[in-house]
Nanobody, 121 residues
């Protein structure tokens, strides 16, 4: 079982920055693909950014050039650096881990509890 705990959300003015962190328990972090998703009120959850077990990253078009995902395998932590924040970035941000189960060989999917990010003046 993997537990994910997000932190770093809060209220920030437009143009400001925040860094989200997601700490993972368990010994599988280094071989997990990690990601950040977000869900705004009345909208579906959407992908923000992902990072593979190596360094390959992927971003939603809406955040390219503004957000950076990174990971520290020694700390079992994934980060999302968010710069030039806009009001439309307001959402609950969720951490996600995907890892192949060694017994079932199927992909296991884990989610954190979410952290609120509000961009407003």
């Amino acid at each position: 079982q993997v537990q994910l705990v997000e932190s770093g959300g809060g209220l920030v003015q437009p143009g400001g920055s925040l860094r989200l962190s997601c700490a993972a328990s368990g010994s599988i972090f280094s071989r997990s693909a990690m990601g950040w998703y977000r869900q705004a009120p009345g909208k579906q959850r959407e992908l923000v950014a992902t990072i593979g077990s190596g360094t390959k990253t992927n971003y939603a078009d809406s955040v390219k050039g503004r957000f950076t995902i990174s990971r520290d395998n020694a700390k079992n932590t994934v980060y999302l650096q968010m710069n030039s924040l806009k009001p439309e970035d307001t959402a609950v941000y969720y951490c996600n881990a995907k890892v192949v189960n060694a017994y079932t060989l199927k992909m296991d999917d884990y989610w954190g509890q979410g952290t609120q990010v509000t961009v407003s003046s």
